[in-house]
Nanobody
Framework: QVQLVESGGGLVQAGGSLRLSCAASGSIFSIDGMAWYRQAPGKQRELVAAITSGGTTNYADSVKGRFTISMNNAKNTVYLQMNSLKPEDTAVYYC????????????????WGQGTQVTVSS
């Protein structure tokens, strides 16, 4: 079974930085892409950043220029470097991966982590 585990969340002051990590483990055949989502209280979960296995990235307008997503394919780990944090960035951040498992190699399935809390104080 594939598992995604996030880490690196915490409390930071506005203007500060934080680096999130998400490690995927299990019977992984390949990774098509990974992404970071976030969900603030009272709001829907939204896409923050995404990256393909080839390195193509996509960012939400609200974080463009401040956040950077990257992936270490050898370690099956995706990162989110967050700079110039704002109180509006406060949310639970979730890791998402589009993966092919060794059991069903032809099928891409979505997997989610449990989330990590990021709180930005003003």
């Amino acid at each position: 079974q594939v598992q995604l585990v996030e880490s690196g969340g915490g409390l930071v002051q506005a203007g500060g930085s934080l680096r999130l990590s998400c490690a995927a483990s299990g019977s992984i055949f390949s990774i098509d892409g990974m992404a970071w989502y976030r969900q603030a209280p009272g709001k829907q979960r939204e896409l923050v950043a995404a990256i393909t296995s080839g390195g193509t990235t996509n960012y939400a307008d609200s974080v463009k220029g401040r956040f950077t997503i990257s992936m270490n394919n050898a370690k099956n780990t995706v990162y989110l470097q967050m700079n110039s944090l704002k109180p509006e960035d406060t949310a639970v951040y979730y890791c998402n991966g589009g993966l092919r498992t060794t059991a069903i190699m032809h099928l891409v399935r979505d997997y989610w982590g449990q989330g990590t809390q990021v709180t930005v104080s003003s």
